[in-house]
């Protein structure tokens, strides 16, 4: 059974940082495709980054490009979510997903596995 526990969501201030992992275990870390979304209180679940399974292809959300980064490290088996400048519309529970290899990530449907959600509350 594949499990992925997030962490590091916390209350920050506009214009602070920080930093979200994801670790994963019951499978083969190298084996999945990985994603981030969030859901603010009232809204729908929103893509907000995807990396691939080598960590050489990511992808991100209008909303938070040149102020998000994708990355993961195979050793620890955990991929993270650097935030910078964060704003107040940055405000929500994100959750960490896998999918298999090669496929697409914009989508909630396209994940099978997912996280717990940690919430970011970004005062102004």
């Known amino acids: 059974q594949v499990q992925l526990i997030e962490s590091g969501g916390t209350l920050v201030q506009a214009g602070d940082s920080l930093r979200l992992s994801c670790t994963v275990s019951?499978?083969?870390?190298?084996?999945?495709?990985m994603g981030w979304f969030r859901q603010a209180p009232g809204k729908e679940r929103e893509f907000v980054a995807a990396?691939?399974?080598?960590?050489?292809?990511?992808e991100y959300a209008d909303s938070v490009k040149a102020r998000f980064t994708n990355t993961r490290d195979r050793a620890k088996n955990t991929v993270y979510l650097q935030m910078s400048n964060l704003k107040p519309e940055d405000t929500a529970v994100y959750y960490c997903?896998?999918?298999?290899?090669?496929?697409?990530?914009?989508?909630?449907?396209?994940?099978?596995?997912w996280g717990q959600g940690t919430p970011v509350t970004v005062s102004s």
């Open positions: 997903a896998a999918r298999p290899r090669y496929t697409g990530y914009l989508h909630t449907y396209q994940y099978a596995y």
């Open positions: 019951g499978g083969t870390f190298s084996g999945y495709d």
């Open positions: 990396i691939n399974w080598s960590g050489g292809i990511t």
